[in-house]
């Protein structure tokens, strides 16, 4: 994107921001293939797009990190590609995220410094086309006044569409309630497929199937128990359900559909069952200050870790899990957990009672009824399937003292 154009843009949203502060904001009529809002909610910040614009770019702008442009497109839900943005389309910038403020002004103030021009040329331009408001300091102060703490997106959209959760049942022979299943692919032989490969389904337009319609594909990998070094003291929870990719219905006939692969976390096989694809929001959490695990903490109702990604033993830092705690514990993304483990060194037998061993920290990626998927984001010790959790507000309540 040229100097120039960066400027215009930046000018013309943060005087759009300072304007529908105060009133309803109508957006001008303009070519777009999305059926973009037409006025603007009193309070909404809201960037106009210029030629070049990327929900990337916006994100940098704004927000000093371009990571978070999936919440933008969250919450512009009429973007159906996020790939794709047109001149004139309104992006509204309320993502729950403070708008930097100094880094819009200084990338106005570069942007018009290299192409030649100051802010005032730039503002005097805007204010004879009528869409300006000259006091910059009455419009750039309705953006906050800085982030008080950093606010970073607890995974990314890998995380979300290429995890595994827990789907409980009350016994491994009940029936799984997934019959709209891939019956192959364009050859008689092939049995696993990526991304652009054309698959065939087994429902249709008897069925509701429709073209355009997303399906998340799914496959049940492992039966999940309670954690236990006892065999017999094991009780079955459910299954472990991997994410493998995403599939687009591409044509429909009565009985069946054709489909093509539009995502693939690994290879996509015959009998992988599919449900409908819903886009998740990705959580967002402060960044956690410096955490001190020898503090003593509050494990009452703690849960445990009861599988982790691809089921390995030793989990770290970036690994996925999942815990027995979900909604029903009053648990929801972007919640904070402490995972720690019992200390070795107990005896009850001789009154010798130490503190829990403190291994990390983690964040909660999806909350279902009964389970939850987590991200581990801090770690000082590998953790294990049977090392508890707590919520974070739980662990250090009233009652937490430091440890003397």
């Known amino acids: 994107m040229k100097n120039w154009q960066k400027a215009g843009f930046i000018l013309s949203a943060s005087l759009i921001m300072g304007l529908s502060a105060f009133s309803q904001t109508i957006v001008q009529e303009h070519w777009s293939p999305y059926d973009y809002p037409r006025e603007i909610p009193a309070g909404v910040k809201v960037h106009t797009v210029v030629e070049g614009d990327t929900l990337w770019d916006i994100a940098q702008t704004y927000f000093q990190d371009p990571f978070l442009w999936p919440q933008i497109y969250q919450v512009n839900p009429y973007i159906k590609d996020p790939d794709l943005i047109y001149p004139g389309d309104p992006v509204s910038l309320n993502i729950g995220v403070v708008v930097d403020e100094q880094g819009v002004n200084d990338a106005m103030a570069d942007a018009a410094s290299e192409d030649g021009q100051d802010l005032a040329e730039l503002e005097e331009f805007a204010e004879g086309e009528g869409d300006a408001v000259t006091d910059r300091s009455q419009s750039t102060s309705l953006l906050g006044s800085g982030l008080e703490m950093s606010i970073v997106p607890a995974g990314d959209r890998t995380d979300l569409e290429c995890s595994t959760y827990v789907y409980v049942t009350e016994s491994k022979k009940d029936k799984l309630p997934f019959d709209l299943i891939i019956l192959g692919g364009e050859s008689e032989i092939q049995e696993s497929y990526s991304i652009d490969e054309v698959l065939y389904i087994n429902q249709g337009a008897n069925e509701g199937i429709q073209p355009g319609n997303l399906y998340s594909v799914r496959r049940v990998v492992a039966p999940v ?42 290879s996509i096989l015959k009998g992988d069952f599919l449900v409908p694809y819903e886009q998740e929001p990705i959580p967002l959490i402060t960044e956690q200050p410096p955490f001190n695990r020898f503090a003593k903490f509050n494990k009452e109702n703690a849960g445990y870790i009861i599988y982790s990604e691809d089921n390995t033993y030793n989990i770290g830092i970036s690994h996925l899990a999942n815990i027995n705690l979900g909604v029903e514990n009053d648990v929801a993304p972007g919640d904070i957990f402490v995972v720690f483990r019992s200390n070795p060194h107990n005896n009850e037998k001789k009154g010798i009672i130490l503190p829990d061993v403190y291994l990390g920290q983690a964040v909660v990626l999806r909350s279902l009824e009964k389970t939850s998927t987590v991200k581990i984001i801090n770690a000082v010790s590998e953790l294990k399937v049977g090392d508890y959790a707590v919520p974070y507000r739980v662990a250090f309540g009233e009652t937490s003292e430091p440890i003397q």
């Open 225 to 266: 128990y309670t954690p236990s070094k006892k065999y017999k003291e094991q009780t079955f929870i459910g299954f472990a359900i991997d994410q493998i990719g995403i599939i687009k219905v591409v044509a429909v006939q009565e009985s069946g559909a054709t489909c093509m692969v539009t995502h693939a976390c690994d």
